[in-house]
Structures are given as C-alpha cells and as structure tokens.
C-alpha cells in the first residue's frame, strides 16, 4: 500500500478520536510529495474545533488548495463562539508545521477584521434580507480579532522551508508572503479575502 493510501486508513481508523486527527496531522513533506493527489480533496482533520479548523488550513495551504483554504477561513469565521485570540496553543511536535500553524491566526485577523471594520460582523447571516437587518449589524459593538499570544512563541525555523506555488515552483520574490518569510518560510501571499 503506498505512502499516503496508509496514511489516510490511518486517518479513517482514528476520526472517531477528535484529537487523533490533529495529533496526527501529515507532515509538510508527506503534503507535498503527495501534493498533486491531495489538491482539491478535503482536508483529513474533520474535528470541529477552532484547532482542527487551523490543522485544516495548514493542509490546505502546503498542498495548494485555495478554495479549500478559504472555505476553511470562511467557516471559521462563522464560528463566532471561536475567537482567534483563544485558539489553544496545539504545542505542534513538528517544528514546520507548527511554524506555519503560527502564521495562519494572523491571516485570520486580516480577514476577518476587513468585514468587522465593514460592520460585518462575526456570526452575520449569509444574505441580508432587508435594511433593519442591516442597521441591527451595524449597531453591534467593534470587536476586532487579535492573535493568539502563543503565536509569538513558535520559534522561527532553522532551515528554510519552502512551499511551491500552483506551478509547483519556488515562489517568485513579489509574490511571496512577509509573514511566512519571518518564520523562515518561502511561500506566496495566500488569497485569504473570501467576501
């Protein structure tokens, strides 16, 4: 059985544990040397908690799966119970993929404070019906989102890791990301705007 074939029996086996698909979350080399068969499939980790939510984005980020990646961002922000702030520390094992775990709150805070500033605020219905809806949203209370304090912690990698872009190339110096570059980390700008 190949690599990933076991890997995802793995996966099937453990999901009834909604820590085990966390816990064993693929490594950023297993992602890309099975890049091209993951691409547009659904993340492993199926929890529903803000920290599997995260695991997700990180595979869906290290395959290149953009639609996936916001999709997931989508719906975490209609998670409104889930703060970015108090996404638990995951206290990842593995130092890439928890360097990129470190990076993502901050995409996070990006987008969703965008639609906040907008009046849009988390927890918003899908379509607003009429003007009183409207007016009710924007009389709600700013709340921004901020980071994880553990953010801050992650230390910065060692060695550089890089993650292809969709022509499974090193990303162009114009289009990589400040935030991953600060973790050591070549990979483009992710397009984390989903409204």
């Known amino acids: ?18 820590t085990t698909d966390v ?5 950023v080399a297993c992602l890309l ?9 659904q993340a492993l980790c199926k929890s529903a908690t803000s920290t599997a939510s995260l695991y997700r984005m990180y595979e869906y980020l ?10 997931e961002i989508e719906y975490f922000f209609n998670q409104p119970s889930w703060a970015v702030s ?30 906040i500033e907008r ?9 607003i019906v009429s003007d009183a809806v409207e007016d009710e949203l924007r ?9 994880p304090s553990w953010v801050a912690k992650v230390p910065v990698l060692s060695q550089p890791l890089m993650i292809p872009d969709a022509s499974n190339k090193e990303p162009e110096e114009g289009a990589r990301s400040k935030r991953f570059l600060d973790m050591n980390i070549i990979a483009e700008e992710p397009h984390v705007l989903f409204v």
């Open 23 to 27: 816990a064993k979350s693929p490594t």
């Open 33 to 41: 040397a099975h890049r091209d068969e993951r691409l547009g499939q």
């Open 62 to 71: 290290v395959v290149g799966h953009t639609i996936g990646l916001r999709n």
């Open 86 to 115: 108090a996404i638990p520390d995951p206290a990842d094992p593995d130092p890439e993929r928890y360097a990129i775990l470190a990076v993502l709150p901050s995409y996070l805070v990006t987008a969703f404070n965008r639609l």
């Open 1 to 18: 059985m190949p690599d990933f074939a076991r890997l995802l029996e793995r996966f099937r086996q453990h999901r009834k544990d909604p």
């Open 139 to 147: 009389s709600r209370e700013v709340i921004l989102e901020e980071e």
């Open 119 to 127: 009046g849009l605020p988390r927890g918003s219905p899908g379509i």
